[in-house]
């Protein structure tokens, strides 16, 4: 605990060390030791470290970690240890309550946008204060406002049990809108950043996105398909090259 100014509710409190993405989405990847594997970033003089607990800072104050607690991650775990997933190529699941399932994958945006954390921190611009509003106030907007899609990474016969540990969120454009992919529970969540979506957008949230009813689809992929695999694999080959033009006394190789 230390003082500061909460992110969420902005008051002058005693800080907790709160979780940037809950710690329960850690553990099917935990090693007997709890820990976890960390792919750094390429300038980073390592190129995996371990980390315990997750990735944890001074965010909120107590009342507001309870509220994130109680509201969306309790609520989000008690279904998602429960839920029958789909077989490939997608399926819809159903169950769940639609204000605490979306604000749930939207706080962990936030929090993603509010922290310090190199690898995790993403630019939110004027949406992490709308975001923070909405999570403030438990209100999930229309389906189509920030609507999320969501693809289970498989192994085999297995999900891959990769969470943002190894994951870092990445950036892309989609439908004339900012998207954001963040892999954690063996899902790649793809959050649309908008609240004034094109006709194009709202259409597939229609069809994809959690929807008021408490169902959404989720696609279902190997898990070396996916985007954010794929960035990974790109990072450790740059690394990897990096690497090879370094020779035993520290000197590269250009410019010798």
Not at 4 to 21: F, N, Q, T, V
Not at 134 to 150: A, E, N, Q, R, T
Not at 190 to 217: I, Q
Not at 238 to 247: D, F, L, Q, T, V
């Amino acid at each position: 605990m230390r003082p500061g100014k909460c992110k969420l509710c902005g008051a002058e409190r005693e800080l907790c060390e709160s979780h940037i993405i809950p710690e329960f989405c850690f553990k099917p990847v935990y090693d007997q030791k709890h820990r976890a594997s960390r792919v750094n970033l390429p300038e980073q003089p390592a190129a995996v470290s371990w980390i315990q607990k997750g990735f944890r800072e001074p965010l909120l104050c107590c009342d507001c970690e309870r509220l994130f607690n109680d509201n969306y991650e309790r609520p989000f775990k008690d279904y998602w240890d429960n839920v029958r997933l789909p077989s490939p190529p997608a399926g819809r699941i159903g169950g769940f309550d639609y204000t605490s399932f979306k604000l749930f994958h939207l706080s962990i945006l936030w929090r993603a946008g509010v922290c310090s954390e190199k690898g995790i921190k993403l630019s939110l611009g004027p949406y992490a204060e709308k975001l923070r509003a909405m999570l403030f106030s438990k209100d999930p907007g229309p389906v189509d406002h920030y609507p999320i899609l969501g693809r289970i990474m498989m192994m085999g016969e297995r999900i891959y049990p990769a969470g943002s540990i190894g994951l870092a969120p990445l950036k892309r454009r989609h439908k004339n809108c900012r998207q954001y992919i963040l892999s954690y529970c063996g899902v790649e969540w793809f959050v649309a950043v908008t609240d004034h979506p094109a006709p194009e957008l709202a259409r597939e949230a229609a069809d994809y996105a959690p929807r008021a009813d408490g169902s959404m689809m989720l696609f279902v992929g190997g898990w070396l398909e996916g985007p954010s695999v794929r960035h990974i694999i790109k990072r450790l080959k740059h690394r990897n090259e990096k690497s090879a033009e370094r020779i035993p006394n520290g000197t590269t190789r250009r410019g010798t």
